[in-house]
T-cell receptor
Framework: EAGVAQSPRYKIIEKRQSVAFWCNPISGHATLYWYQQILGQGPKLLIQ????????DSQLPKDRFSAERLKGVDSTLKIQPAKLEDSAVYLC????????????FGPGTRLTVT | SQQGEEDPQALSIQEGENATMNCSYK?????LQWYRQNSGRGLVHLIL?????REKHSGRLRVTLDTSKKSSSLLITASRAADTASYFCATDAGYSTLTFGKGTMLLVSP
């Protein structure tokens, strides 16, 4: 089966610019996650969707980050305006549903803010 | 905040040796999972152990969980160069929301 797809793979922007990332989860997976992974650290959950509803966005910096999952399939994560500290890899993951299920991760988007 | 803390931060061994990584966490969990990350394959799920389980095996992997000590260990037996990667424990306190540790970097030399 096809894995989690993400684009773009790399993005370089200047601070105060905006950027958007796209994720297509594994077909049939109801739960979708966005993580931020800063170099040398483990992934940190930004937002979790169950179908097209938000389950947890407690660690999403809502003044600059937004995410949506239209029709319960694809998702986009946006940063506006970007700050230097947003430089990280943004990972998208999906799982069949909530519960005792493993998460499948995409290759990530490496964002550099200069 | 990151709940799981892996120990050691880095581990270097020879092929054929066993590698043991430990994870400690702070609050009650529903389950604990281990993931591997390398540049070639990204982040990959290895094993999930539920809070009512004490030990689980998968191939060359053995995971233990001690909820009274809030700790888990991952043992990789007969290590191979291809096992070189970062290993993360991730705790699920409920609702499938994972909290990852900072990881252990494992280097397996031929």
């Amino acid at each position: 089966e096809a894995g989690v797809a993400q684009s773009p793979r790399y993005k370089i922007i200047e601070k105060r610019q905006s950027v958007a990332f796209w994720c297509n989860p594994i077909s049939g997976h109801a739960t979708l996650y966005w993580y931020q992974q800063i170099l040398g650290q483990g992934p940190k959950l930004l937002i979790q969707f169950q179908n097209n509803g938000v389950v947890d966005d407690s660690q999403l910096p809502k003044d600059r980050f937004s995410a949506e999952r239209l029709k319960g399939v694809d998702s986009t994560l946006k940063i506006q305006p970007a700050k230097l500290e947003d430089s990280a890899v943004y990972l998208c993951a999906s799982s069949l549903r909530q519960g005792f299920y493993e998460q499948y991760f995409g290759p990530g988007t490496r964002l550099t803010v200069t | 905040s990151q709940q799981g803390e892996e120990d050691p931060q880095a581990l270097s061994i020879q092929e054929g040796e066993n590698a043991t990584m430990n994870c400690s966490y702070k609050t009650s969990i529903n389950n604990l999972q281990w993931y591997r990350q390398n540049s070639g394959r990204g982040l990959v799920h290895l094993i999930l152990i539920r809070s009512n389980e004490r030990e689980k095996h998968s191939g060359r992997l053995r995971v233990t969980l001690d909820t009274s000590k809030k700790s888990s260990s991952l043992l990789i037996t007969a290590s191979r160069a291809a096992d070189t990667a970062s290993y993360f424990c991730a705790t699920d306190a409920g609702y499938s929301t994972l909290t990852f540790g900072k990881g252990t970097m494992l280097l397996v030399s031929p």
